[in-house]
């Protein structure tokens, strides 16, 4: 199970930090990653993380986000800084496993709920 926390509203240029609880199986073992989803369109990746600690980004987020995990914690996160108000949407924790980070959704099995995020300008 992923519990995803930390969304919340924010004004452009803010700064928000996402958590992900991963219960009943050690997050290490797996590739981890940060989506996004507006109404109607599809999810798009943002940040992932190999169990190895490789990260991968998107073009549009890179020097703004950064993904980290602390495995004692079974636990991953997202810092997002500088916020734009086309972020807004509905961020989701997946993982899988397999090899290498992907920002791919097909390559993922485990989903949470969402958490929202919301930048207002």
């Known amino acids: 199970q992923l519990v995803e926390s930390g969304g919340g509203s924010v004004q452009a240029g803010g700064s928000l930090r996402l958590s992900c609880v991963a219960s009943?199986?050690?997050?290490?073992?797996?590739?981890m990653g940060w989506f996004r989803q507006t109404p109607g369109n599809e999810g798009e990746g943002v940040a992932s993380?190999?169990?190895?600690?490789?990260?991968v980004y998107p073009d549009f987020v890179l020097g703004r986000f950064t993904i980290s995990r602390d495995n004692a914690k079974n636990s991953l996160y997202l810092q997002m800084d500088s916020l734009k108000p086309e972020e807004t949407a509905m961020y989701y924790c997946?993982?899988?496993?397999?090899?290498?980070?992907?920002?791919?959704?097909?390559?993922?099995?485990?989903w949470g709920q969402g958490t929202q995020v919301t930048v207002s300008s």
């Open positions: 997946a993982a899988a496993y397999g090899v290498g980070a992907s920002l791919r959704v097909p390559t993922y099995k485990f």
């Open positions: 993380l190999d169990s190895a600690g490789s990260t």
């Open positions: 009943d199986y050690p997050s290490n073992i797996y590739r």
